[in-house]
């Protein structure tokens, strides 16, 4: 078992920059891919970010590309997601996950094995 605690989140004006941290406990993140989701009110979970067991491969949502970025530390158990040039859009409950399987995490919401409870990024304008 895996739990992933997210935290980082606030508000923030339009242009400005966030760094959402989640940490996990229980196993170890050193055998699972990671992934960023977020939520928008009245909006289903989207995909924003993934990365490799390694860290080597990363992959990000076209909305995000460029601004966003995803890195581990496998010895603290954390992934960060940097968030710069922020947007009103972005606006959104935002998720850790965790799954064995890079394209599983890529490839969208419902089979990934473990989530966070979120943590709400609100960009104002």
């Known amino acids: 078992q895996v739990q992933l605690v997210e935290s980082g989140g606030g508000l923030v004006q339009a242009g400005g920059s966030l760094r959402l941290s989640c940490a996990a406990s229980g196993r170890g993140l050193s055998s699972y891919a990671m992934g960023w989701f977020r939520q928008a009110p009245g909006k289903e979970r989207e995909f924003v970010a993934a990365?490799?067991?390694?860290?080597?491969?990363?992959y990000y949502s076209d909305s995000v590309k460029g601004r966003f970025t995803i890195s581990r530390d496998n010895a603290k158990n954390t992934v960060y997601l940097q968030m710069n040039s922020l947007k009103p859009e972005d606006t959104a409950v935002y998720y850790c996950a965790a799954d064995p399987t890079f394209r599983t995490v890529v490839a969208g919401s419902s089979g990934v094995d473990y989530w966070g409870k979120g943590t709400l990024v609100t960009v104002s304008s």
């Open positions: 990365i490799s067991v390694s860290g080597g491969l990363t």
